[in-house]
């Protein structure tokens, strides 16, 4: 998804050797996911945190200057109308809430399809990627969205291939994240393409981000709660993701939820299939898989955090959940379902 591979030559509108993005921003955007990309953008582009606009530049396009607010209530201007999208390598849309009526007008949809038409290549942060799929520009492309709102875009775009395993995706002419942090690495991929591994590193540095995940990781596990349709469960399941480092009684959570220790039991094994003490086991242990995978943190600091006082029934446990010992998880690369 380079734009060089597809407009080859095409300097119209655009200094040679800079990246050019244009922003749009649904109604109701999500800022964290602006922000990252924007500033990726703005660090990898000059040197010492100056902010020059020396080797990327960026807009944020609109069909009017009014303020476009954010989901948190910041509000953001417009810099540029809607020029010849050429004059762009990249259209970036921007979504947000979903419960919010006409996230963009038919002049954004439309300038979306003349882009499209003009093989700049588009991508959607967050939900942007619904509003893609709405002008029917996710045809033939396959879209990565986060598992929260993977199961309304298989109801609303039923023939479209979507995916919610990997934090982004980029698939010729489209690009697609699933929102939040996966913005700076989608940031990264185009900083690196387009203008160096060097000007990606030193933005990476400054944002405290210790290296940029490629479309190959796989998005954060879903909260395990998620996957009950009981209220009762979820509850008591919410209450052992937070108290992940133990502590938390059988007879606390039933008490939480109104139920004897034995009506919890009995529900659980009904709803969930095990009992309470190994749903929280459970728990205890996608938690040390998470850090094992996504930290440096040693086999006792995460058995400790979990709340093991020693590495060794900590290794057997895990080993016994996911028939892989935390070492051999850790040499492998590799994340368990």
């Known amino acids: 998804m380079q734009p060089e591979d597809h407009r080859q030559g095409d300097a119209v509108g655009k200094s040679a050797g ?3 993005v244009g922003f749009v921003l649904a109604r109701s955007f999500t800022l964290s996911a602006f922000a990252l990309f924007v500033d990726t953008l703005r660090l990898a582009s000059d040197e010492h945190d100056r902010s020059g606009r020396v080797l990327a530049d960026w ?9 476009i607010t954010s989901s948190c209530g910041v509000q953001v201007a417009p810099t540029s109308d809607f020029v010849d999208p050429t004059r762009f390598d990249y259209i970036v849309v921007v979504g947000g809430l979903l419960t919010a009526e006409n996230p963009v ?12 038409a003009a093989k700049v290549p588009l991508i959607g942060l967050c939900t942007g990627t619904f509003i893609l799929a709405d002008a029917g520009l996710m045809r033939n492309h396959e879209t990565c969205v986060s598992w929260l709102h993977y199961k309304e875009f298989r109801e609303r775009f039923p ?4 995916r919610s395993d ?3 995706n980029l698939d010729r002419q489209r690009g697609s994240c699933a929102g939040g942090s996966s913005a700076a690495d989608v940031a990264a991929v185009l900083v690196r393409r387009y203008i160096s591994r060097e000007a990606e590193r030193h933005a990476l540095e400054i944002l405290q981000i210790e290296k940029a995940r490629s479309a190959g990781d796989i998005q954060p596990r879903r909260p ?6 009981d209220n009762r469960v979820k509850a008591a399941m919410i209450l052992m993701e937070q108290h992940v480092e133990g502590g938390m009684t059988i007879l606390k959570l039933a008490a939480s939820v109104r139920l004897s220790r034995r009506q919890l039991e009995r529900l659980f094994l009904e709803k969930a299939g095990m009992s309470p003490a190994k749903a929280y086991t459970r728990v205890r242990m996608e938690r040390a898989k998470a850090l094992l995978l996504q930290s ?3 086999l006792i600091e995460v058995a400790l955090d979990v709340g093991y006082e020693n590495a060794s029934h900590f290794t057997r446990t895990f080993k016994r959940i996911f ?15």
């Open 224 to 229: 395990l709660h998620d996957e009950y349709e």
């Open 323 to 337: 028939g892989q010992t935390p070492t051999q998880l850790r040499a492998s690369g590799l994340r368990l379902h």
């Open 166 to 168: 990997r934090i982004f």
């Open 59 to 67: 807009q944020v396009l609109g069909s009017t200057r009014h303020l």
């Open 159 to 162: 023939n479209l291939p979507v």
């Open 296 to 298: 440096k943190a040693s």
């Open 105 to 116: 007008d038919h002049d954004t949809v439309t300038f979306l399809k003349r882009a499209d």
């Open 18 to 20: 800079r990246l050019k």
